[in-house]
Every structure is written in structure tokens, then in C-alpha cells.
């Protein structure tokens, strides 16, 4: 036992193995493509906005959208002023 | 006092006639252009569906103004809007300092860009070593 942990210490030390992390293999999968932020959000673009918005009309979270957190916040202030503006839903059902 | 970029976007009850309408969007530019801002871009959008209902109406006229000045029309823009009957929702953005970054971010990119092509090897090597394998 003590054996096999300390392989695994070196493997991780010597960051052979990333995929594992922990006992779990990995929830979500990281690199997965992402959606393109342009460097200005507009946030009169609807169609682009709704690539965000689940049926439900909430805002993709970033974990799921891997975006970056600069891009999530430009993303996430688009859609808030969109929304004031009924051009989004606040809540679809 | 540096020039600032406004977008202004109002909705217009759906129930008010074409005239009127004109009249609405000929007195806000009139309204800018006598504060001191210049307008930019006007764009009448029209009817379009609401995403939810306003004041019990599933629909409205949309407008939108680009707007550069120094701000103070922007007050008094405001003010004028929110006490109109037939603009049932407004917002305006400043939009400069988000181009400026915009602009700023797209030319790191280029810049990078161009960086590592500098370092990838021309096509003529390319061929050379495609002829070693060979």
C-alpha cells in the first residue's frame, strides 16, 4: 500500500499523469472547444448572446462554457442589459 | 473634456402611430444636437416581440441612438425619457471604453500573431525536409 502511494506522489510531481486528479476521474471534461468570445461583446447581438442561454434562460455558468472569466463577465453584463431591454428572458419555460 | 460614446436604446409602445413615432425620434436628435453631443449612427429597428410582456404588451418599436458628447445631454436625455408616456423602457450604455479595449486586446492578438510566425519555419524548409523524408 504504501508503495503504491508513493508511485502515485511521484506521478504526480513529475505531472506524467494531469487527467487524475484526486481518487475521481474528472466530472467534466476541461478541454472541451469553446464557444469564441469577440473582444467586443455586444450586447445587442442576440443570436450570439443566446449561445449562453440554456432553455431555462439562465446564464451558462462558467465551468460549463469554459470561457474565460474576463470573457463570462462581458458575456454575463451583455445578457443582464439585453435582458432589461426584453431582448432575452429573464425566465423561458 | 474627452469625448464619450453613448448607446441609447428606448422602446416605444406599440400602440402609438407612424407620425408620432417620427416626431418622438426627431425631437431626441434635435433634443442631443442642442445639448452639444453629435449623433453618431440612428437606427429606427422597428417592431420587434418582446421577451416578456411590458405594460401588458408583447410588442414594441425599438430605437436606437449612437450618441458622442460629453455627457450632459445624456442627463437630460434621461430625464426627458422617463417622464414620456410612450417610451415604455430605455437604457443607455457608454460604449468607448469597451471599443478602446476591444481594439487594444485585437491588436496584443495581432501582435502575438504575427510573433510566432516569425518563428515558424519558411515554406522552403518545409519542402526540404519533406524531400529528407522522402
Do not use: C
Not at chain 2, 36 to 56: E, F, W
Not at chain 2, 93 to 98: I, L
Request: proline share 4%; net charge positive.
Amino acid at each position: 500500500m504504501a508503495e503504491k502511494d508513493m508511485e502515485i506522489m511521484d506521478v504526480k510531481d513529475m505531472r506524467l499523469d494531469e487527467e487524475v486528479i484526486g481518487d475521481r476521474p474528472r466530472r467534466y471534461q476541461r478541454k472541451r472547444p469553446r464557444q469564441v468570445v469577440p473582444d467586443y461583446v455586444d450586447w445587442k447581438d442576440v443570436d450570439f448572446l443566446l449561445g449562453f442561454i440554456p432553455e431555462r434562460g439562465k446564464i451558462l455558468p462558467r465551468r460549463i462554457s469554459q470561457i474565460s472569466a474576463r470573457d463570462q463577465r462581458r458575456v454575463s453584463k451583455a445578457i443582464k442589459r439585453a435582458r432589461s431591454m426584453a431582448m432575452l428572458p429573464f425566465v423561458a419555460d | 473634456m474627452a469625448n464619450r460614446t453613448y448607446e441609447v436604446m428606448y422602446i416605444i409602445d406599440p400602440e402609438t402611430p407612424g407620425d408620432k413615432i417620427e416626431k418622438l425620434n426627431d425631437a431626441v436628435g434635435k433634443l442631443i444636437e442642442k445639448e452639444g453631443g453629435t449623433i453618431v449612427r440612428m437606427d429606427d429597428i422597428g417592431m420587434k416581440n418582446l421577451a416578456y410582456p411590458i405594460q401588458k404588451k408583447e410588442t414594441g418599436h425599438y430605437v436606437l441612438f449612437e450618441i458622442e458628447g460629453s455627457g450632459q445631454e445624456i442627463a437630460e436625455l434621461e430625464r426627458r425619457m422617463r417622464v414620456n408616456d410612450m417610451i415604455m423602457r430605455y437604457i443607455t450604455v457608454r460604449v468607448d471604453e469597451d471599443r478602446k479595449t476591444a481594439t487594444k486586446l485585437r491588436d496584443k492578438r495581432e501582435a502575438r500573431a504575427a510573433k510566432r510566425a516569425s518563428f515558424r519555419p519558411s515554406t522552403e524548409n518545409q519542402q526540404t525536409s519533406e524531400a529528407v523524408d522522402a
